[in-house]
Nanobody
Framework: QLQLVESGGGFVQPGESLQLSCAIS????????IGWFRQPPGKEREGVAC????????TYADSAKGRFTISRDSARNMAFLQIISLKPEDTAVYYC???????????????????WGQGTLVTVAS
């Protein structure tokens, strides 16, 4: 089993930056990829970015390219999502997730991830 806990969300103004964190605990026998997802109010959950277990590869949704940066610190069992130039449309609950095995779900489909955190709310408004 794997436990994921997100933090770092909050209320921010347009144009500001934010870093979300994902604390990973539990089964560390496999270096799992970590994905970040978001669910805007009234909308479906969508993939934002994914980073491989080694941290050497990362994938971004088209909507995330340029303003989102995914990273991880394997020594600290942490993953991060940096967002710059926040926009009101970035308002959402942000989740980190991991697949069951060691593969790399580049498609960013929620169905390919098995372990989920509880989410952290990011609200962007002036």
């Amino acid at each position: 089993q794997l436990q994921l806990v997100e933090s770092g969300g909050g209320f921010v103004q347009p144009g500001e930056s934010l870093q979300l964190s994902c604390a990973i605990s539990g089964d560390s026998s496999v270096a799992r990829a970590i994905g970040w997802f978001r669910q805007p109010p009234g909308k479906e959950r969508e993939g934002v970015a994914c980073i491989s277990g080694s941290g050497a590869s990362s994938t971004y949704a088209d909507s995330a390219k340029g303003r989102f940066t995914i990273s991880r610190d394997s020594a600290r069992n942490m993953a991060f999502l940096q967002i710059i130039s926040l926009k009101p449309e970035d308002t959402a609950v942000y989740y980190c997730a991991a697949p069951y095995g060691s593969w790399y779900p580049q498609s960013l489909k929620p169905s390919e991830f098995d372990f989920w955190g509880q989410g952290t709310l990011v609200t962007v408004a002036s």
